[in-house]
T-cell receptor
Framework: GNSVTQMEGPVTLSEEAFLTINCTYT??????LFWYVQYPGEGLQLLLK?????DKGSNKGFEATYRKETTSFHLEKGSVQVSDSAVYFC????????????FGSGTQLTVLP | DGGITQSPKYLFRKEGQNVTLSCEQN?????MYWYRQDPGQGLRLIYY???????QKGDIAEGYSVSREKKESFPLTVTSAQKNPTAFYLC?????????????FGPGTRLTVT
C-alpha cells in the first residue's frame, strides 16, 4: 500500500537557521506530493506541491523537489522565522479511483528568536 | 470568500450520545472527506464522498456515519459505538479530475467526550 515516512520531531531551530524536514514515500504509479502546514488549533493549509518527477514546489521561501529515484520530497527553507513554528505534514495522492491523501505523522517545528 | 466551514469549533458530549459535526463548502468541489487527528499523529481517513448520494469508508470508519444529500454539505455523525471518540476532526474537499487532487481543509472541530 501507499505510505509516507517523515522525519520525527520535534525540531527546534534558532531564527535564520536552515531547515530540512525529510520525507520519503512508497506508492504505486506516479503520485502527486504535498507539504501541508498546521498552525496550533487550526486546519491544514497547503504549503506546496509537485505533480511529477523533478518538479520543484515552492512557496513562502519553502522548497521541495520530487525525487523519483530516491522516492523523496524533502522540505527545505534557507532561513526560518519564528512565525514558521507549526506542524508540517508530508502527503501523497496516488493513482486510484478516489485519489485519497496519505499523510505522514507530522513534524513539529519550533523556531526560537 | 470561498472556503470550508466546520461548526462548532469545540464540542463536548457525554459518553453514549451520538453527535453530528457539520461541514459546508462553497468551493463547488465534488469530493469531500473526513479525517481524524489524534495528538502527535497524522491524519486518518474516516469517510469520503466523490459525488452526491454516494460515499465510501476510509481506514477507520467503524463507529462513524455520514450523508451526502447536497454537494455543499457532508456531515459526520460520531455514534456511541465509537470506542474512543475524543479527537480533532477535519473536513476537506477537492476537485475531481484536475490531476492533482489537492485537498482544501476546514478549521476543524475538537470533540471531547466524557
Amino acid at each position: 500500500g501507499n505510505s509516507v515516512t517523515q522525519m520525527e520531531g520535534p525540531v527546534t531551530l534558532s531564527e535564520e537557521a536552515f531547515l530540512t524536514i525529510n520525507c520519503t514515500y512508497t506508492a504505486t504509479g506516479y503520485p502527486s506530493l504535498f507539504w501541508y502546514v498546521q498552525y496550533p488549533g487550526e486546519g491544514l493549509q497547503l504549503l506546496l506541491k509537485a505533480t511529477k518527477a523533478d518538479d520543484k514546489g515552492s512557496n513562502k521561501g519553502f522548497e521541495a523537489t520530487y525525487r523519483k529515484e530516491t522516492t523523496s520530497f524533502h522540505l527545505e527553507k534557507g532561513s526560518v522565522q519564528v512565525s514558521d513554528s507549526a506542524v508540517y505534514f508530508c502527503a501523497l495522492s496516488a493513482s486510484g479511483s478516489a485519489r485519497q491523501l496519505t499523510f505522514g505523522s507530522g513534524t513539529q517545528l519550533t523556531v526560537l528568536p | 470568500d470561498g472556503g470550508i466551514t466546520q461548526s462548532p469549533k469545540y464540542l463536548f458530549r457525554k459518553e453514549g450520545q451520538n453527535v453530528t459535526l457539520s461541514c459546508e463548502q462553497n468551493l463547488n468541489h465534488d469530493a469531500m472527506y473526513w479525517y481524524r487527528q489524534d495528538p502527535g499523529q497524522g491524519l486518518r481517513l474516516i469517510y469520503y464522498s466523490q459525488i452526491v448520494n454516494d460515499f465510501q469508508k476510509g481506514d477507520i470508519a467503524e463507529g462513524y456515519s455520514v450523508s451526502r444529500e447536497k454537494k455543499e454539505s457532508f456531515p459526520l455523525t460520531v455514534t456511541s459505538a465509537q470506542k474512543n471518540p475524543t479527537a480533532f476532526y477535519l473536513c476537506a474537499s477537492s476537485i475531481v479530475g484536475d490531476g492533482t487532487y489537492e485537498q482544501y481543509f476546514g478549521p476543524g472541530t475538537r470533540l471531547t467526550v466524557t
